[in-house]
C-alpha cells in the first residue's frame, strides 16, 4: 500500500502563516506593534534569522510594514497589498471570500478581460490564431470536465497572451489560483457541455479582427459566468 508524503512548513512558512493567520482574524490590527526579533524568536521557539526572512516576505505581501530601529507595525493589507496577498487570504480562508472583497475581484474581472480581448482582436498572430483555435476544438470536443476545464483556462491565457501587451498575461498569471478554484465552481454547477460557453463567438471574433465584437462577446460571457458563480460560491461557503 503507498502512503502520501506530508507535506510539513518549513518554519519560516509556519511562522508566516501564524503571523497572516492573527492579522486575518483580527487579532492584530493595523498600528499594532510586534516584539522585537528577539522576543519573537524565543516566544514562538524559532530562530532569529527565521524571524527575519518571515518578516521581510510579510512586508513584501502587505501584511508588516518593517522600520529600521523603530519596529515592525501591522500594515492595512488591503491597502498596502497585493495580488499575492489575495492569494494568502484564499489559502487561509480556503476559497471563502466576503462578499466585498469577492465583488471587488468580478469587477476587475469585467473590466479587465473584455479590453484583453479586444486588444486581442488587434494584435493577434497568424500563431496566436493556431493556439487559440487549437484550445477552442479541444474544449469543445473533450468529455472531461477537468480536462475541459484545463483547455479553457490555457485558451483565457491565450487571448491575454495575443494582445501583444507584456503586462496583461503577468496580471492573468497573478490570479492563477483564484481562476482555478473559482472555474471549478463554475463548471460544477454549470456542467462540462458549457465548458466552452462564448469561446467559439470569441476566437471568431479575434480571428476577423472585429475587436469590438470580441469586447462584448467576452463581457456578455463572463457576466453570465459571473452571475452563476455568485450563486454557487455563496451558496456552497455560506457566506
Known amino acids: 500500500m503507498l502512503f502520501k508524503a506530508i507535506d510539513i512548513p518549513s518554519p519560516k512558512e509556519a511562522f508566516i502563516k501564524e503571523i497572516q493567520g492573527m492579522v486575518l482574524t483580527g487579532q492584530l490590527i493595523a498600528g499594532d506593534r510586534l516584539p522585537t526579533?528577539?522576543?519573537?524568536?524565543?516566544?514562538?521557539?524559532?530562530?532569529?534569522?527565521?524571524?527575519?526572512?518571515g518578516l521581510a516576505d510579510l512586508e513584501r505581501m502587505g501584511f508588516v510594514s518593517v522600520i529600521p530601529r523603530r519596529g515592525t507595525v501591522i500594515c492595512d493589507y488591503m491597502r498596502c497589498g497585493r495580488l499575492e496577498t489575495l492569494d494568502a487570504i484564499m489559502n487561509f480562508t480556503r476559497g471563502r471570500l466576503d462578499r466585498r472583497t469577492f465583488e471587488s475581484i468580478m469587477d476587475f474581472r469585467l473590466l479587465c478581460e473584455p479590453y484583453a480581448a479586444r486588444l486581442?482582436?488587434?494584435?493577434?498572430?497568424?500563431?496566436?490564431?493556431r493556439d487559440l483555435e487549437d484550445l477552442c476544438k479541444k474544449t469543445e470536443t473533450s468529455k472531461d470536465i477537468?480536462?475541459?476545464?484545463?483547455?479553457?483556462?490555457?485558451?483565457?491565457?491565450?487571448?491575454?497572451?495575443?494582445?501583444?501587451?507584456?503586462?496583461?498575461?503577468?496580471i492573468y498569471n497573478g490570479f492563477d489560483v483564484i481562476n482555478q478554484y473559482f472555474a471549478e465552481i463554475i463548471f460544477d454547477a454549470m456542467?462540462?457541455?458549457?465548458?466552452?460557453?462564448?469561446?467559439?463567438?470569441?476566437?471568431?471574433?479575434?480571428?476577423?479582427?472585429?475587436?469590438?465584437?470580441?469586447?462584448?462577446?467576452?463581457?456578455?460571457?463572463?457576466?453570465?459566468?459571473?452571475?452563476?458563480?455568485?450563486?454557487?460560491?455563496?451558496?456552497?461557503?455560506?457566506?
Open 191 to 239: 456542467g462540462s457541455e458549457m465548458a466552452g460557453i462564448g469561446m467559439r463567438e470569441l476566437f471568431e471574433a479575434i480571428r476577423n479582427q472585429d475587436a469590438e465584437k470580441a469586447y462584448h462577446c467576452k463581457f456578455s460571457t463572463d457576466e453570465t459566468i459571473i452571475n452563476v458563480l455568485r450563486d454557487n460560491y455563496f451558496r456552497e461557503n455560506g457566506v
Open 120 to 129: 486581442a482582436a488587434l494584435n493577434r498572430t497568424d500563431e496566436d490564431l
Open 146 to 170: 477537468s480536462e475541459a476545464l484545463e483547455y479553457r483556462q490555457k485558451f483565457n491565457k491565450a487571448v491575454y497572451f495575443a494582445t501583444g501587451n507584456t503586462l496583461l498575461p503577468l
Open 37 to 53: 526579533e528577539r522576543e519573537l524568536s524565543i516566544q514562538m521557539n524559532i530562530p532569529r534569522s527565521v524571524v527575519n526572512a
